[in-house]
């Protein structure tokens, strides 16, 4: 089975720096990918991490741990707009299907001015 | 460029009653698709996923059956609803290859009354 656990809530400041941590356990690791969810709409990709190492897109990076079975997204120079629940999901090849997801339950971040 | 419908966007339905979610996938072939059900402030809860036409995978016992009668098609059924199946109803594509993406169709805020 799989378990990926993130926190429920966070808070940050407009302009300031946020990290959101992921931890999970799963068997057959296959790639840890990265959502923004906004309120009453569909998650939207934000990134992809399959190797240990940082991954850099914009004011957005996506670390992973494959060892420590751990990842965090890096917001920097936060917006209001990034006011969003951020969900991690695991791909494990031994979950029944070589192309399934698992999600936690998401992050909520709320950006204050 | 590849595309994903989802609908209806919204839908009330009274206890009892039947139910079916369509979604469609444009610009690509043979997708892996998936249907996930998100209850309120809560992660995404995978509940059937198809690697082909007429090939589908439930998690969870439920109250719900999927189709998939063409290669882009998905179809989520109920023959009653229960008041517990209220949620939003998410479907998603994901690529043939491990470091792909899945993509989220609008979603369905299904009101079970």
Redesign the interface.
């Known amino acids: 089975g799989q378990n990926i656990d993130q926190p429920t809530e966070m808070t940050a400041t407009e302009g300031a720096i946020v990290q959101i941590n992921c931890t999970y356990q799963t068997s057959g690791f296959?790639?840890l990918?990265w959502y923004q969810q906004h309120a009453?709409?569909?998650?939207?990709?934000l990134s992809?991490n399959?190797l240990d190492g940082l991954e850099e897109k914009g004011r957005f990076s996506s670390f992973l741990s494959r060892s420590k079975g751990y990842s965090y997204l890096l917001l920097k120079e936060l917006q209001m707009k990034d006011s969003a629940s951020y969900?991690c999901?695991v791909?494990d090849?031994l979950a029944?299907?070589?192309?399934?997801?698992?999600?936690?339950?998401?992050t909520?971040l709320t950006v204050l001015p | 460029s590849q595309t994903i419908h989802q609908w209806p966007a919204t839908l009330v339905q009274p206890v009892g009653s039947p139910l079916s979610l369509e979604c469609t996938v444009e610009g690509t072939s043979n997708p892996n698709l998936y249907w996930y059900r998100q209850a309120a402030g809560r992660g995404l809860q995978l509940l059937f996923y198809s690697v082909g036409i007429g090939q589908i995978s439930s998690e969870v016992p439920q109250n719900l059956s999927a189709s998939r009668p063409q290669d882009r098609q998905f179809i989520l059924s109920s023959k009653k609803l229960l008041l517990s199946d209220s949620g939003f109803y998410l479907c998603a594509w994901s690529g043939g290859t491990d470091n792909t993406e899945a993509f989220f169709g609008q979603g369905t805020r299904l009101t079970v009354v």
């Open positions: 296959n790639g990918f009453g709409e569909a998650p939207t990709f992809y399959v969900l999901a791909r090849l029944g299907s070589a192309r399934q997801l698992t999600f936690g339950s998401g909520q």
